[in-house]
């Protein structure tokens, strides 16, 4: 939540990043879902044992962090926008990935994460006014980069915190089946019953895209 679009799009107007390049970023998440229709194919094949699915959990929480090296490892611009989409997509494709493998390890969890989830948002939602305003006192000062490296300090704890409490957790065994490419679109666009979510969660997907990009923009 914290390593949010806001927080790195910000990130990236400190590191000179062009207004074009920033505008790739907004729209990356969105462009990256397709990989979510490979994602069963692929993991039906390889496997979902919990190493294969924390091994991608892993680089995907600490690609967050590695955003926080690109302004000492170099100064110029091209360079620093090369390394900022390396780990943004590292991250993007990660995610994507990843949703895919916790979907059934999500569903043991569930009573935990419906009793506790108005919890965390609320938490989450004061930290980052919190943050925001630290951030906004450090920026005024001209300490703009300490100000950034206090949060990516606080993320990088997170991110440990987080990857323990998934080592720790169980993961339900899970029949394996071979899924295709094509099964993956067909049999749920087959579904009568399942096609008005389909396309109520396309609808939202949609409004989704579009309004984290402007907001993004506006936010800054």
Excluded at 97 to 113: E, S
């Amino acid at each position: 939540k914290i390593t949010s679009h806001s927080f790195i799009t910000a990130f990236a107007v400190y590191l000179g990043l062009s207004n074009f390049a920033i505008g790739i970023y907004a729209v990356l998440d969105t462009i990256t879902n397709i990989i979510q229709i490979f994602a069963a194919p692929l993991f039906s094949k390889i496997g979902q044992s919990k190493l294969v699915v924390l091994t991608n959990y892993t680089i995907y929480r600490l690609s967050s962090i590695c955003f926080a090296f690109i302004p000492f490892l170099t100064d110029d611009i091209g360079i620093r926008t090369f390394l900022f989409f390396i780990f943004a997509s590292i991250y993007a494709i990660t995610g994507e990935l990843g949703y895919i493998t916790f979907v059934n390890w999500r569903m043991t969890l569930v009573k935990f994460a419906s009793t506790r989830n108005i919890y965390k948002n609320t938490l989450v939602m004061g930290f980052s006014l919190k943050m925001g305003v630290i951030l906004d006192k450090f920026t005024a000062n001209g300490y703009e980069l300490y100000g950034f490296m206090i949060l990516f300090a606080i993320v990088f704890l997170i991110a440990f915190i987080d990857i323990f409490i998934k080592i720790t957790t169980y993961k339900p065994s899970i029949e394996e089946k071979n899924i295709t490419i094509k099964e993956t679109v067909v049999i749920p666009a087959k579904d009568k019953s399942f096609r008005k979510i389909l396309i109520i969660a396309g609808l939202n997907r949609f409004a989704y895209g579009i309004g984290i990009m402007y907001l993004n923009v506006f936010l800054l």
